[in-house]
């Protein structure tokens, strides 16, 4: 495998007339790290990586491999694995074949595509199923292959563009440990594509969370979970509760944050306010809200339940919804009270905007 020891994309730009899809897009890779690229749907994740693989020309910046740049080269001479979203697996090719192409096209002498192909097989668990065709495979299997092909030719750096999207639950959370597993075991450097908060969770060393083709964070899992950036930053990292806010007082650099109109109005008190302006949104987890004695009342307008827990909607007396997590159980219509640790909450300068928007 061609080693390396860093990956560095400096103030990528890449225009489609005047639409920016990528703008200053600026990131280094470290040897051995396995980086997710997170956002929605139109956010320049895949962009991102289509630049990276040589898909797309970017507009202006520069990719380097080291001391080489590489975004002026084809895609075949950078030589990196690429796994997509719909395997992309030659239908008429049997495993071993479909497996074997990639190294058949770099002129690999035959008896070391048969030790490569016999080896990436057995590491993706597939050995028993060399000589099927990938429609007699399951979707799992298939994106096994699909993996097998991409690290079978010893790439520097393995692309993922949403590998798993295509798959069911159960089949998403065994090919996560898969992969993941991969990963430590081969040394490779990841970068990967989702918009699952859940897979950039799990399997990354740091997570880059875009927008509108720009990076709002990034960081280690931990770091973004406990402390998003901004507003957008938090939804993404589970944050369900966002309101728009009014700061009612400030003393001793603590705050006391208004949700809401009226005597039903949700206040919160003893809140780090966040740097910069006066805050205009706060966030919390739905796990963050914890039933109380005494708190803010409202009314339980739904129940869902999730199997240990119940996912519940609740109603205060403005109508202002909040979304909670608990293991207690509680009946729709129910008068409740409840609280949220003021430690839990995350107060943001930037101005609410609804998710819908």
Known sequence: MQKFQELRLENINLNFGSFKALEDF?????????????????????????CLSGLLQVSSGSIMLDNTRIDVLPPERRGFGMVFQNYALFPHLTVRSNVAFGLEMRKVPKAEIDQRVERALATVQLANQVDKLPGQLSGGQQQRVAI????????????????LSNLDAKLRLELRHEIKRLHHALGLTTIYVTHDQDEALSLSDRIVVMRDGR???????????????????????GYRNAFATSVETVA?????????????????HGLVPAPGAGAASLAFRPD?????????????????????????????????????ETH??????????????????RLFADAFVPEAA
């Open 26 to 50: 600026s990131l280094t890779v470290k040897a051995g790290e396995f980086i997710s690229l997170l956002g929605p749907s139109g956010c320049g994740k895949s962009t991102a990586l289509n």
């Open 215 to 237: 990076i709002q964070q990034q960081g280690a899992p931990e770091m973004l979970y406990t402390s998003p950036a901004n507003l957008y930053v938090a939804r993404f990292m």
């Open 148 to 163: 097998a092909r991409a690290v079978a030719i010893e790439p520097p750096l393995v692309l993922m563009d949403e590998p």
């Open 252 to 268: 001793d650099g603590r705050t006391i944050a208004r949700v809401g109109d009226g005597p039903g109005a949700m206040r919160f």
């Open 328 to 345: 207690e159980r509680v009946a729709m219509g129910q008068q409740v009270h409840f609280r949220v640790p003021v430690e839990r909450i």
């Open 288 to 324: 963050d809200v914890e039933l109380a004695d005494e708190g803010i009342p409202a009314q339980v307008a739904q129940v869902e339940y999730c199997g240990q827990l119940w996912m519940v909607d609740l109603r205060t007396a403005d109508g202002t919804h909040v979304t909670m």
